[in-house]
C-alpha cells in the first residue's frame, strides 16, 4: 500500500478514510466552541453583575 506522498493521488478507501476523519475532527471543534462560548457567556454575565 502506498502513501499519499508517494504518490500524490488517493485511492477510494483512502479518500473515503481521509474525509471520515476530517468529518469527525469538524464535529469535534463545533462541540469544542460551543461549551467554549457557553463559559465565555457565564463569565461576561458574572462580570457584568460584579461592575455594577
Do not use: Y
Not at 8 to 34: F, M
Not at 36 to 52: H, S
Amino acid at each position: 500500500m502506498t502513501t499519499f506522498r508517494q504518490t500524490g493521488q488517493l485511492n477510494t478507501a483512502q479518500g473515503i478514510a481521509l474525509i471520515r476523519i476530517i468529518k469527525r475532527e469538524i464535529t469535534q471543534s463545533k462541540r469544542i466552541n460551543r461549551i467554549l462560548i457557553k463559559r465565555n457567556r457565564a463569565i461576561q454575565t458574572k462580570r457584568c453583575i460584579l461592575n455594577r
